[in-house]
């Protein structure tokens, strides 16, 4: 069974920083590639940022200059740098394995943006 855990969500300030985590397994890890979606309440899910196996990074524009993902084959770890966050940033964020048509979900991690 495909496990991907995510932590480091939680409530921050405007203009604050989070660093998202997500560990899966090391066959996985090696020829998935890694993403994070978010979804809002009310609202559909949607593309945070992605990550190839070779560490291509693309990135939503709404967080282009703000964001940073990365991945760590020593800790089969992907991890999302979140800076300068903003309320409309606040969503439950799920890590993804993607390949070819297969796709794994986290269970979710909490992100609330508000002073």
């Known amino acids: 069974q495909v496990q991907l855990v995510e932590s480091g969500g939680g409530l921050v300030q405007p203009g604050g920083s989070l660093r998202l985590s997500c560990a899966t397994s090391?066959?996985?890890?090696?020829?998935?590639?890694m993403g994070w979606y978010r979804q809002a309440a009310g609202k559909q899910r949607e593309l945070v940022a992605t990550?190839?196996?070779?560490?291509?990074?693309n990135y939503a524009d709404s967080v282009k200059g703000r964001f940073t993902i990365s991945r760590d084959y020593a800790k089969n770890t992907v991890y999302l740098q979140m800076n300068n966050l903003k309320p409309e940033d606040t969503a439950v964020y799920y890590c993804?394995?993607?390949?070819?048509?297969?796709?794994?979900w986290g269970q979710g991690t909490q992100v609330t943006v508000s002073s």
């Open positions: 993804n394995a993607h390949r070819m048509t297969t796709d794994y």
């Open positions: 090391r066959s996985i890890f090696s020829i998935y590639a």
């Open positions: 990550i190839t196996t070779f560490g291509t990074p």
